[in-house]
């Protein structure tokens, strides 16, 4: 009985030992990982990328102690998005099939078009930024999607109108942007987001202009790219 409680002590100091290191080594991982934000290293897409998968993997404890310190989550999700569009930028301007999605909250409030199950179909009636929004995206190659739940933007990517989707361009709030960035990052989608002007639950906006100097970003990116080789 002695040498049991003995082995089971052993395995007990094994398992501390395990799990104080692990606790060390993440805290290490997260300091480096606001070392990164902090310094402006984030300007380096490789420890962007690096940066964003430890802030990925310790999200919800990260995100509940942000709370208790500043009661709002904003500029936390807005620096995950940033650190992902920055790792992102060179993939993304290399895809071929891209799609925009876009949230139902940016349509005027008494919208009349249908909705489908590929998201509320715009008839371009000028209330709204969609009308200008989709004039943008089919002048360089996207389709735009207008979603009103996660659950349709899987729908959207098995559809056959989708398929081979390798680029997702999100806009939305940056909560909403970072969550769908974290649902696509098991896929082979790359994904990279624009952020609304401000939040709301209906008329609300993206500035037009520096969406269509995005655009054109990835087209000289890509451009650059396909020189070199």
Do not use: W
Not at 23 to 41: E, K, M, Q
Not at 47 to 74: E, G, H, W
Not at 77 to 102: D, P, S
Not at 220 to 226: G, V
Request: charged residues 20%; contains cysteine; hydrophobic residues 40%.
């Amino acid at each position: 009985m002695a040498e049991l409680h003995s082995l089971i002590s052993a395995i007990y100091q094994q398992i501390g030992f395990l799990i104080v290191i692990c606790l060390i080594l993440s805290i290490i991982l997260l300091l480096l990982a606001f070392s990164i934000v902090r310094t402006g290293l984030k300007k380096n897409r490789f420890l962007s990328s690096y940066a964003s998968n430890i802030l990925d993997f310790f999200y919800k404890p990260l995100l509940s102690v942000y709370l208790f310190l500043y009661k709002s989550p904003d500029k936390f999700h807005k620096i995950m998005v940033n650190l992902k569009n920055y790792a992102h930028y060179k993939k993304f301007a290399g895809t071929k099939q891209r799609i925009v999605l876009a949230p139902h909250c940016m349509r005027f409030i008494e919208c009349k078009a249908q909705t489908t199950r590929l998201g509320i179909q715009c008839t371009s009636c000028g209330k709204c930024d969609f009308t200008k929004l989709k004039k943008i995206s089919e002048q360089h190659g996207y389709k735009l999607y207008i979603v009103t739940g996660s659950s349709l933007v899987r729908h959207i990517l098995q559809h056959p109108d989708a398929k081979g989707t390798d680029g997702v361009l999100a806009i939305g709030c940056n909560y909403e942007i970072n969550k769908g960035m974290r649902e696509l990052k098991r896929t082979k989608i790359t994904t990279y987001g624009i952020p609304l002007l401000s939040a709301g639950c209906y008329n609300t906006h993206i500035d037009l202009e520096e969406f269509e100097r995005q655009l054109l970003s990835f087209e000289e990116a890509a451009k650059k790219r396909e020189s070199r080789n």
